[in-house]
């Protein structure tokens, strides 16, 4: 889902559940311009929030900039 702050700045957020030792992965998105990336990173930075933990699942809520990708390993390496 995709929004705007109050300030207008594009952002992405993402909801997601992950196990015991599985990972996420945070890059510049294809196709940014990291300069960009970086002064958008610097400005609304990444926010991370716990929703929920239980029988071994945590789901999480992460708000990133749209300039950067979040992806789960599994993902990358199909």
């Known amino acids: 889902m995709d929004f705007t702050t109050k300030e ?5 957020h993402l909801i997601l559940t992950r196990r015991f030792g599985q990972s996420i992965v945070i890059n510049v998105a294809p196709g940014a311009d990291p300069e960009q990336a970086l002064h958008q990173l610097l400005r609304d930075g990444i926010t991370v929030e716990i929703n929920r933990v239980e029988h071994g699942n945590v789901r999480v809520s992460i708000d990133a900039p749209r300039t950067i990708q979040i992806l789960q390993v599994e993902l990358i390496h199909s």
């Open 8 to 12: 207008g700045n594009a952002m992405s």
